[in-house]
């Protein structure tokens, strides 16, 4: 039986209203989600935790005597590393030696300028002292996200990197310490849903505030975030996990078709959309999907994905595909063409671009080295990967001799004065005036 997937003309009639539709990923307020958050959150901020504890066994099925048995002590990490099989260790020692080696190359350093009358401008680059990072458990294990999201803070410089986990009934994946461990994180605690959040935002006994939290999590996890947002920083509200693949006649439709499987099969909401130059490759995309869907281990998520979200969409040239592509501004764009390398420039809008028929999003999300932590549901409009930067802050620097102090004084009093800010102005004024007991500095 055909996947009920949509099919799209970029030139028909019709298109502007189904291809809006399509856009429309917003989510409707749950005031019920929002309330239950909110009053976790007040749970941990009073009682902090003895609030963990309770929450804990309430929604994890663990009844723990003491606050101190939250946290999971390194040599179980270790041992955990110890245990993996031995293709999977090194698969993950693999991914984190390429992930560091990449973001290496942004990290940042501070710089100073100094003008001919002695001032000196510039930027001071310091690394955030404490970061929390968020790693969803249980039957959703990810090592992936432990590496791709401590990696980065570590060579930001990051002082501790403190992880929770959720472990429903002590359940915890070896691969997740494993990861924890490689990832050099400083303390790993057996806590999620809102209250992880909320103990990461405000500390508790035994739970460290941090100034930024990082990771995915659920709709508790994700509302929770958003309702710390301002006490402590957060790097994205990520929505379902997204793909566009642009591909031309010399394309593999059974590589596009499994791509597309690929995003799909992270849960019913994710969105898999192809833009095929010509019918001809749409059919053969279609047919791809209709042929290979039966042999998917989650094929019932998928098939909902595709029906719910998923697109082929028909465009006549290259251009018009990647005009299609911007509007969209995907977490994931292919660009599975036989020339990629001219079109790249056009890309406005994506969280990363897989360029040429062998670069798979799936290499990208695991081991190629770029961050997998991408802006979703069209954010990719103005925002970036996860990336050094995201753990890094900068300061900027003035230094005034006092030549360049009497350069500047006037200008900034006739500004001060201009919006009515007199004190400013005097203060300026103070500095543009010679003072014979003043020394230069």
Not at 262 to 287: K, P, W
Request: charged residues 20%.
């Amino acid at each position: 039986m055909p996947v009920p997937i949509k099919r799209l003309n970029a030139n028909a009639p019709d298109f502007e209203p189904a291809f809006t539709s399509l856009l429309d990923r917003t989510q409707p307020f749950d005031a019920s989600v929002d309330q239950a958050v909110r009053d976790i959150i007040a749970a941990v901020r009073r009682e902090g935790d003895p609030a963990l504890l309770r929450l804990t066994a309430q929604f994890d099925q663990m009844s723990l005597d003491c606050a101190e048995e939250l946290e999971i002590p390194p040599e179980r990490w270790r041992s955990a590393s110890e245990s993996l099989d031995c293709g999977l260790r090194e698969a993950l020692e693999c991914a984190s030696e390429r992930i560091r080696a990449f973001h290496e190359h942004q990290r940042e350093a501070s710089w100073q300028i100094e003008q001919a009358d002695g001032l000196r401008l510039g930027q001071q680059v310091t690394a955030l002292e404490r970061v929390g990072l968020y790693v969803p458990g249980g039957k959703a294990a990810y090592p992936s996200s432990v590496l791709m999201n401590a990696i980065p803070a570590r060579v930001a410089g990051v002082e501790e990197l403190i992880m929770v986990v959720p472990t429903p009934g002590g359940q915890i994946s070896d691969a997740v310490l494993a990861s924890a461990h490689l990832a050099s994180v400083d303390r790993v605690f057996c806590i999620g849903g809102a209250q992880a959040v909320a103990a990461l935002a405000y500390g508790t006994q035994t739970v460290p505030r941090v100034d930024k939290i990082v990771g995915p999590g659920n709709i508790y996890v994700a509302t929770a975030k958003q309702q710390v947002f301002g006490d402590v920083g957060i790097d994205m509200i990520a929505g379902p996990s997204e793909v566009v693949v642009i591909c031309d006649t010399g394309a593999n439709p059974e590589w596009v078709a499994m791509d597309l499987f690929a995003q799909a099969e992270h849960d019913e909401q994710a969105q898999s959309i192809a833009i095929c130059t010509g019918a001809g490759t749409l059919e053969r995309v279609s047919e791809a999907i209709d042929r290979l869907l039966a042999g998917m281990e989650r094929r019932s998520i998928i098939e909902k994905a595709l029906a719910g979200q998923g697109a082929l969409i028909e465009v006549t040239s290259m251009d018009q595909a990647i005009e299609v592509a911007n509007r969209i501004a995907p977490e994931h764009l292919e660009l599975m063409i036989a020339e990629p390398a001219p079109w790249l420039e056009k890309v406005r809008h994506a969280g990363a671009v897989f360029c040429g028929y062998h670069s798979a999003e799936s290499l990208g999300d695991y081991c190629a080295g770029p961050n997998h932590v991408l802006p979703t549901s069209g954010t990719a409009r103005f925002s970036s990967p996860l990336g050094v930067y995201d753990f890094q802050k900068r300061s900027s620097v003035i230094h005034c001799s006092k030549a360049g102090a009497a350069t500047l004084a006037p200008i900034a009093s006739a500004l001060a004065r201009a919006e009515g800010l007199t004190a400013h102005a005097r203060s300026a004024e103070y500095r543009g005036v010679p003072q014979k007991d003043q020394p230069d500095d």
